[in-house]
């Protein structure tokens, strides 16, 4: 499986953007993508998850409501909407593929695939 995030970029307070991640490959219904952040000098973080069937997603509490994940079956992407940005949602965004996804996990080490990484900043 090979992923590519784009969409990131600079945007104000208060605004939005749309993260795609693209899977190429062989993706089962087992197969969950998640999405994870990592601002410098911190830790890699979960943000938000989805079976790759749609079924079932699952979010950081610091994005609930605010953040919202799909899949796209025409194109095989898993998008993530993201509005309402604060400057602390500054980071390098990264999707990943977890071969085993019920339940859905938070943990990066427990994803199996990962993509290369899209830059978001959010201005205040």
């Known amino acids: 499986v090979q992923l590519q995030a784009s969409g990131g970029g600079l945007v104000q307070a208060g605004g939005s953007l749309r993260l795609s991640c693209a899977a190429s490959?062989?993706?089962?219904?087992?197969?969950?993508v998640g999405w994870f952040r990592q601002a410098p000098g911190k830790e890699r973080e979960f943000v938000a998850a989805?079976?790759?069937?749609?079924?079932?997603?699952g979010y950081a509490d610091s994005v609930k409501c605010r953040f919202t994940i799909s899949r796209d079956g025409a194109k095989s992407t898993v998008d993530l909407q993201m509005n309402s940005l604060n400057p602390e949602d500054t980071a390098v965004y990264y999707c990943?593929?977890?071969?085993?996804?019920?339940?859905?996990?938070?943990?990066?080490?427990?994803?199996?695939?990962w993509g290369q990484g899209t830059l978001v900043t959010v201005s205040s």
């Open positions: 990943a593929v977890d071969r085993s996804a019920w339940p859905l996990h938070t943990r990066w080490d427990e994803y199996d695939f």
């Open positions: 989805i079976r790759w069937t749609g079924t079932y997603t």
């Open positions: 490959g062989r993706m089962y219904s087992t197969y969950g």
